[in-house]
């Protein structure tokens, strides 16, 4: 199993970015999917997830309002779109593979991770 993630860079407080993680190995539509940050020294902290279906979705609410997280599963790949980014939003984002019928907000739960993609935010 692969978890792909990509998109990440460098921006200025108030931009945008969309994040994509293209997964291989599994069978997509049966996993949950899930987006969790990290910074240096700190926990991994859940960030979205969105169910296999399409039909639940969670947010943190440091990023309701915010990132909006979505899938193709015909392309095999989730998104987060990050609107008005943050320099607090500056983190390693990784994706994870849940198979579970229900959204996640715990990173045990989630039995594959990728391998993150690097976003800052510069104030």
């Known amino acids: 199993v692969q978890l792909q993630a990509s998109g990440g860079g460098l921006v200025q407080a108030g931009d945008s970015l969309r994040l994509s993680c293209a997964a291989s190995?599994?069978?997509?539509?049966?996993?949950?999917m899930g987006w969790f940050r990290q910074t240096p020294g700190k926990e991994r902290e859940f960030v979205a997830a969105?169910?296999?279906?399409?039909?639940?979705?969670t947010a943190a609410d440091s990023v309701k309002g915010r990132f909006t997280i979505s899938r193709d599963n015909a392309k095999n790949t989730v998104y987060l779109q990050m609107d008005s980014l943050k320099p607090e939003d500056s983190a390693v984002y990784y994706c994870?593979?849940?198979?579970?019928?229900?959204?996640?907000?715990?990173?045990?739960?989630?039995?594959?991770w990728g391998q993150g993609t690097l976003v800052t935010v510069s104030s």
């Open positions: 994870a593979a849940n198979r579970g019928v229900r959204v996640s907000a715990t990173p045990d739960d989630y039995d594959y």
């Open positions: 969105i169910s296999w279906s399409w039909t639940s979705g």
């Open positions: 190995g599994l069978t997509f539509r049966n996993y949950a």
